[in-house]
């Protein structure tokens, strides 16, 4: 990482409760949230939105890693990709899938419901701008509720994306990286 | 108009109207992305509760916000974004030809030296999805760790509230005019 972590006993009063609350919930603090540790109350309240989008979320599980995949894939965000892609096989996100949004294939080669994922991700974050045709299906497959929790996942996972690469953030020693950049 | 239902508080469970009134009490009233957010309650009272660090207790001085605000939203063609945010660039001090040099893609050409380094350190990681190693140095040097930190998170946040105004069509709030060319 680019700049050091901040060690627990660097903390007091509420910036020392914040990470404890990380700690809490996740067992430790790494990755995006050490990088925003520099600032606790950005890590502590980007937590609580993490911990919902992962944890009580509408979505379900395989949704949700697909589009995690995606997001990460399009930033080129190692940290977040080599994290994701085993809870994506964790969910049953099938291999190919994986495989197809690793190479940059995806989403050809999917199957419609994964396609349209992959399709609300790249028109999000490249063009912008989603197409009236795939926002009318992605509105008819979620509910207001799922629609409102995957968009947000897109921004979310998104904005961890910006502070790992900022922070050139790296996946933990002895971790592969899965990547290919 | 949004592609999304807007929600209005009466429209609310008692303990969703709680989390209404924490987003209108710093903001005046709740607008922009979150009555559309309210469609996920919890979503939207965390995703405000973020926001409300970085809008009214970042340790960026408000000139510096506001002018990386705008630039993120330029970046992500976001009509409601710029529009919420020129006229608070503009109470912030953020000179008028600045913000036209962005509206326009013409930022960061023209602008002053720490004017140009803030643009250019959004426009590297928003469109390559890196920060050099100059550019990083420079601005660690420049806000500290802290400032560093809450102008990464302010890049990321209003990212992401762009995918989510973009995403969904939501216009312009109040009806204001929007001031983004296309």
Known sequence: MRLTEVAREDLHGRSQQIYDEIVASRGVVRGPFAALMHSPEVAGRAASLGAYLRFETSLDPKTLQIVTLAVAREWDC???????????????????????????????????????????????????????????RIQSRFSPLELTDLTITIGYYSMLA?????????????VVPLLPL | MSRMPSLTR??????????FDDIAAKRGSVYGPFPVLLSSPKVAGLTAKLGEYLRF???????????????????????????????????????????????????????????????????????????????FVRMKDRLGPLGLTDLIATIGYYSLLACVLNGFEIPPAFGREPLLPN
């Open chain 1, 162 to 174: 910006c502070a790992l690469i900022a922070y050139e953030v790296q996946p933990a020693e002895g």
């Open chain 2, 57 to 135: 207790e970042s340790s960026l001085d408000p000139a510096i916000l506001q002018l990386v605000t705008l630039t993120v939203a330029r970046e992500w063609d976001c009509q409601c974004q710029w529009t919420d945010h020129e006229p608070q660039a503009l109470e912030a001090g953020v000179p008028k030809a600045t913000i036209d040099a962005l509206k326009e893609r013409r930022a960061p050409e023209g602008l002053v030296t720490d004017e140009a380094e803030l643009v250019s350190f959004v426009q590297e990681l928003i469109q390559n999805h890196q920060v050099s190693e100059a550019a």
């Open chain 1, 78 to 136: 190692q940290y977040e990709w080599t994290a994701h892609e085993p809870q994506a096989r964790e969910a049953l996100v099938p291999e190919d899938t994986i495989t197809a949004i690793k190479k940059r294939q995806a989403p050809e080669g999917l199957p419609e419901d994964e396609a349209l994922l992959v399709r609300y991700v790249h028109e999000l974050l490249r063009g912008h701008r989603v197409a009236p045709e795939t926002f009318d």
């Open chain 2, 10 to 19: 009466g429209e609310l469970s008692l303990e969703e109207q709680g989390i």
